[in-house]
């Protein structure tokens, strides 16, 4: 199986949680691996090449691609992992606009950014494995989160264009859509939740255990091991796809 040996892979949040989870499996398996995120130190402490950018910022994708090129040779392997999530956000009629705009520069544009840039290559090669983490809320919405459940949406929808126009150049365009993972970022929401409810954070995930059958949320390696897989050669007959990774349970 040439699964993703020897394979110039670009991680973006990849200094924690499913990003940090990814990175390392798609190491351990032979790919060279970028880890691109905003936190030097975070990123450092992976033990793997990593690059420093904002990828909300139509320039910070440009430095990340162009960093990664010189150093590790064309990305064969894109996995657009990073975002922010919704914890600070209101119910649409309270929402600030600059809060909805800043989640589509992150969680949408730099995915569009970075899929531009690094399907050049790929279509010259005639090969390229692109993933997009989006999330249950793009395909369901939740409750006061209008600017993230609009970017997961829309990221399925660059995915699915991806797929089609990469589709006769050998590359193939899928998403993995998790429930949820105690992440930093869900933990961020869940003490937010917490706070709002006058409850306590543990009892936020308790509730959220029990949306899964299994009574338990995934974990970041379950979700991981989606992406390493799409990334791999052998997944070939998978393109624009959306894989829920969520135990069973609609969110």
């Not at 010189?70 to 649409?92: M, T």
Request: glycine share 12%.
């Amino acid at each position: 199986m040439a699964g993703v040996e020897g394979r110039v892979a670009f991680v973006t949040g990849g200094g924690r949680g499913i990003g940090r989870a990814a990175a390392e499996i798609l190491a351990a398996r032979g790919a060279r691996v970028m880890c691109i995120a905003r936190g030097q130190q975070e990123l450092a402490a992976t033990g793997l090449e990593y690059s420093v950018a904002d990828l909300g910022t139509q320039e910070g994708c440009a430095h990340a691609v162009a960093d990664t090129e010189q150093r590790l040779g064309p990305i064969e392997i894109l996995v657009c992992n990073h975002g922010i999530g919704s914890a600070h956000e209101r119910v649409v009629w309270e929402q600030e606009p600059d809060i909805w705009s800043e989640t589509m520069r992150v969680n949408l544009d730099g995915p569009f950014h970075l899929s531009r840039l690094a399907l050049r290559g790929m279509v010259e090669r005639r090969y390229g494995r692109v993933v997009y983490t989006s999330s249950t809320a793009g395909l369901v919405a939740e409750y006061a989160g209008s600017a993230y459940n609009s970017s997961k949406h829309g990221l399925l929808g660059l995915m699915r264009s991806v797929a089609q126009d990469g589709g006769a150049f050998g590359i193939t365009s899928n998403a993995v859509l998790p429930g949820w993972v105690r992440t930093e970022m869900a933990e961020r929401s869940a003490r937010q939740e917490a706070k709002d409810r006058r409850i306590t954070t543990e009892q936020v995930w308790q509730e959220r255990a029990e949306l899964y059958p299994p009574g338990r949320v995934a974990t970041t390696r379950e979700v991981a091991e989606v992406i390493a897989f799409l990334a791999a050669e052998e997944s070939s007959g998978i393109n624009g796809e959306a894989i829920r990774v969520a135990l069973g349970s609609v969110w």
